[in-house]
Every structure is written in structure tokens, then in C-alpha cells.
């Protein structure tokens, strides 16, 4: 293509003929798509070539005119791949209006033949659901990146005991790894959930028209296989105005999010000076142009603001779907900008967080004296009593009892002498309260899923077999993908649209 192939004449419109007049210069403007579905480009491309070879098959198409065709799809999608700046001078009122005009420009009449028999409609949907097969199996390779982080980072603190706490107030204590592998948990069901989103999204659509499905008799299996999907769908009516896939990717995002700020919250929390947990590193701080001692936790703060607008995608395309009619409305545009923009904000909350996470350096000190605060021994002194034979609920008591005792003392519960808690319950022995240390206190949570050494060695062991084989699985479906160039030219794309151009 020499130069941009669209304009705003009528005769170059998908559908002019029936019209007398020119669309108010507003309106067309309002109804326009091409500024952000042009992201959708390598994977219209990836279904005009699939549909091309489709039409051949039921005698629409000759062998020459779809060898003719595709040459000129391929000089669409390598012209996209050295620079997608060309789309910038397009008039185009869509994604499918380009294709269409770049091919009728190169090959004359020839190009209005690849539309016989379909529609926008279930393009539009075909390649939506392409998008969202490749961003979720993007992120889950981020998240796979993220996991791996933490799971270091809960390696090389092995051993570092911390204040676990509900209600925000000092609970029990338990590793810092503990508590880092309960986020990994976290984040490994949103691979599930991404997993999840991409299998809604894994059906293909074309041969459904524009509602009605196709008078040609073409192979809908067919081109489902050419495009790497595993299904085609069931009810044309509902392949064109379906968008569940897109709330179910926009529900993962959401659920990614809420993790990412929870995790957030954590951090920032950790990083004040009354916690002091954890030290911010330089690299993911900000500072203040007025208070010269100011290092603001300004990454994860930005994290978990962020989730705002995730949130809001979803609950965005919700409300567009709740009152559609059956089949595909105008409303169903609505669906890709906000998709997009929540993915590449989530993409970027990722990578963030994993720099954040490898570079914070954790304060031993702090974190083991706060671990080390007798009054998180308290369960541990009524289990002492219960395996004395007494009913928890007076153990909880009697032990009630010895803290009131140490306030009034005003001394730590630990250092009563025997006499005092002797004279509280006569079960207490010479080893009671020599036995109540932080390392003992873990130790004793030796059940899967606790956070006794050996149980968080054991979890962290099949957290990493978990990444492995998640690693592994990306690997290969990445592999197979590697033939369709849609995937490379759409992360060459995504930086155009994610100005929101
Ligand atoms: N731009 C439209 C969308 O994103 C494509 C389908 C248009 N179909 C139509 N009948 N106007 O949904």
C-alpha cells in the first residue's frame, strides 16, 4: 500500500447504499471504533485468512484469487509488524473497514469478495476472543514471573519470624515466608481464573453471520482449527451478542487486582515507621518536595489505586449487557476499550509489584522482636493446659487470668515466677513458662498448610512444582502459537492504543 487506502467518501462505506445522505460529522465521529480496535489488526488479519481459504473450499473463492488475497493480508500484517505508524493516517471507521479498503485498494474489485457471507458482527467477536485467549495467557506467564519472586524472596528469609496478626492486632507468631506464600496462593487461583476466561474466550464464532449463521455451507470447524481454536460455537444468536468471555477476563483482572492491593496494603503498612517492617527500596519510592526525610511507598500505593479502575471495567461492561436485546447491538463496541486498558494497566501493576517484591529488603529486627512479644505466646500457654487434660474454654480462662495477673504486676506474662501462676491453676509445671519462645510457638503448627518449618518448606516445594509445570505448559502453548504472527504484532500494537489513540 502506497498511501492510506480509506476515506470519508460514501462509496468507500461497508454499507452506503442504502442512504441519501451523509452521517452528521459528530455522530460519525461518536461511532467510529478504529482508534482503539486497530489493536484487534494481526488477529482480523489471522480470520481473513482463515476465511479466505474457507471460501475456496465452497467454491467462492479460486485458488488463485485466495493465493492473491492472502499475499496482499500478509503485506497488511509484515507492514504492521516493521511499523504500525501507517494506521495513523487511516479514515478507516473500523478495523474490518480497513482490512476491507487496504485490500480493495491493492486488489481491486477482487477485495469486497472476502466478506461473502459474514459479518462485522462475528468478526468483531472472533477477534475479541483471539485477544483475549493471547492477554490471558500473557499474564499468566507474568504471574508465573511474579510467583517465582516472592517464592525467592520466602527462601531467602527462611527462618525470619514475624507478628502474624487478625484485626490488625498481634496475633500469633509465624514465618515471614508463611506469609509470603499466602499471597503465591492467592495469585496461583488467578492463573486458574485466567485459565478459566481463556477457555470462555476458546470458541469460534465465524459462520454465524450476522445472527442468522451461513448460507454457504461453510467449514466452521475448519477455520476454528486454522485459528488455534478448540470449539466453535453452539448458537449463531448468541455468537454475535455473547460477551461473557470478556466479563469472565475482566473478573480474573478484577480478582488479580484485588490481590495485588491487598498485597499493597500489606506493604505499605510494613513500610511505616511504627511497623518498619520492611525497607522500601530506592528503586520503587518516591520522595516528598517538601519533608527532605520522606521515602513514600509511592508503587504500591499506585497499586492498589489502580484496582479502581480494573474494578470498573468490569462492572462497566456488566451494566452494558444487563438490558441487550438477544443477538449483537451497537452497545457491544463498548466492550474493547475498557478490556484493553484494564489489561495493560494489570500487566503493568504486575510488573511493578514483581520489582517492588525481588528488591524490599526485610528488617530482621524488627520483625523477630515483634514475633517475639510474649503476649503471642497466650494460645500457647492454654494448649500447655489442654494437654494437661483441661477443657480449652477454662484453659482460655486460666490464662486470661495470668495475663491480668502480669499487668497488674506490670511485667511480660513470661516472667511471673512459678508461685504466681501456680497459685492461678496447680497444672502449671517448672517447664510452663521456660517453654513459651517464638521458635516453639511456630514449631507446634506442623499441619499442611501451617506454619511450622517443615510445613512452609513442604508448601513452598509444591508451590514451585506448581510454577514449574505452569512454566512449562505456557511454554508449549506458546510455542505452538509462535506460527500465527498475531501475538507480536498485537504487543507492537498495544503501545498505540494504550494512549487511548
Ligand atoms: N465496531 C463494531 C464493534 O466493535 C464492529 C461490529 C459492527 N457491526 C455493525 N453491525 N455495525 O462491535
Known amino acids: 500500500m502506497t498511501d492510506s487506502p480509506t476515506s470519508n467518501r460514501k462509496d468507500d462505506r461497508l454499507w452506503g447504499g442504502r442512504f441519501e445522505r451523509e452521517p452528521d460529522k459528530a455522530f460519525d465521529a461518536f461511532q467510529r471504533s478504529f482508534s482503539f480496535d486497530r489493536r484487534l489488526l494481526p488477529y482480523e488479519l489471522a480470520v481473513d485468512r482463515a476465511w479466505a481459504r474457507a471460501l475456496q473450499k465452497v467454491g467462492i473463492l479460486t485458488e488463485v484469487e485466495v493465493h492473491d488475497t492472502i499475499k496482499a493480508l500478509e503485506a497488511i500484517a509484515s507492514e504492521l509488524d516493521d511499523d504500525p505508524t501507517f494506521l495513523d493516517g487511516s479514515t478507516a471507521e473500523d478495523v474490518h473497514h480497513f482490512v476491507e479498503s487496504a485490500l480493495v485498494h491493492d486488489l481491486g474489485a477482487l477485495g469486497w469478495k472476502l466478506h461473502t457471507g459474514r459479518s462485522r458482527n462475528e468478526l468483531v467477536a472472533t477477534d475479541f476472543r483471539l485477544f483475549v485467549m493471547d492477554a490471558a495467557a500473557s499474564l499468566q506467564q507474568q504471574i508465573t514471573k511474579f510467583l517465582t519472586v516472592i517464592l525467592e524472596q520466602a527462601n531467602a528469609n527462611f527462618g525470619l519470624p514475624m507478628a502474624g496478626m487478625t484485626h490488625m492486632q498481634h496475633a500469633q507468631p509465624i514465618l515471614l515466608s508463611h506469609f509470603l506464600l499466602a499471597h503465591v496462593e492467592a495469585f496461583s487461583r488467578d492463573v486458574t481464573r485466567l485459565q478459566h476466561a481463556a477457555e470462555s474466550a476458546d470458541a469460534c464464532p465465524m459462520g454465524s453471520g450476522a ?30 451478542g455473547d460477551r461473557d468471555f470478556a466479563l469472565d477476563y475482566l473478573f480474573a483482572l478484577s480478582g488479580i487486582a484485588t490481590h495485588l492491593s491487598r498485597l499493597a496494603e500489606d506493604f505499605v503498612i510494613f513500610a511505616s515507621q511504627e511497623f518498619a517492617y520492611v525497607i522500601l527500596p530506592d528503586e520503587y519510592a518516591t520522595g ?8 513514600n511507598p509511592d508503587s504500591w500505593e499506585l497499586i492498589r489505586g ?48 514483581t520489582g517492588a517484591v525481588a528488591t524490599t529488603k526485610f528488617n530482621g529486627d524488627r520483625l523477630r522482636a515483634a514475633a517475639s512479644n510474649p503476649v503471642l505466646f497466650a494460645t500457647e500457654g492454654a494448649d500447655y493446659l489442654v ?5 480449652f474454654r477454662q484453659a482460655h480462662d486460666i490464662i486470661g487470668k495470668v495475663l491480668r495477673e502480669a499487668e497488674r504486676q506490670n511485667k511480660p506474662w513470661t516472667q511471673l515466677s512459678l508461685e504466681d501462676v501456680q ?20 514449631a507446634t503448627k506442623s499441619v499442611p498448610g501451617g506454619t511450622a518449618a517443615d510445613s512452609v518448606k513442604l508448601a513452598i516445594a509444591a508451590l514451585q512444582e506448581r510454577i514449574n509445570m505452569l512454566h512449562s505448559s505456557l511454554q508449549s502453548r506458546l510455542q505452538v502459537k509462535s506460527g500465527s504472527e498475531a501475538q507480536t504484532s498485537e504487543a507492537k500494537l498495544k503501545v498505540k492504543t494504550q494512549t487511548g489513540e
Open 423 to 442: 497459685k492461678i491453676s496447680p497444672l502449671f509445671e517448672k517447664d510452663f513458662l521456660s517453654g513459651l519462645n517464638v521458635e516453639k510457638a511456630i
Open 387 to 391: 494437654h494437661r487434660g483441661l477443657p
Open 306 to 353: 489502580k484496582t479502581g479502575r480494573i474494578h470498573g471495567a468490569l462492572l462497566g461492561l456488566l451494566t452494558t449487557m444487563k438490558g441487550l436485546p438477544t443477538s449483537y447491538q451497537r452497545d457491544l463496541q463498548e466492550d474493547k476499550e475498557a478490556l484493553f486498558a484494564a489489561h495493560d494497566q494489570i500487566a503493568a501493576m504486575l510488573a511493578i509489584a
Open 211 to 240: 445472527l442468522a449463521g451461513n448460507s454457504f455451507g461453510i467449514d466452521r470447524e475448519g477455520i476454528a482449527r486454522d485459528l488455534g481454536f478448540s470449539r466453535i460455537t453452539a448458537n449463531s444468536l448468541d455468537a454475535v
Open 288 to 295: 516528598s518536595s517538601l519533608m527532605p526525610q520522606k521515602k
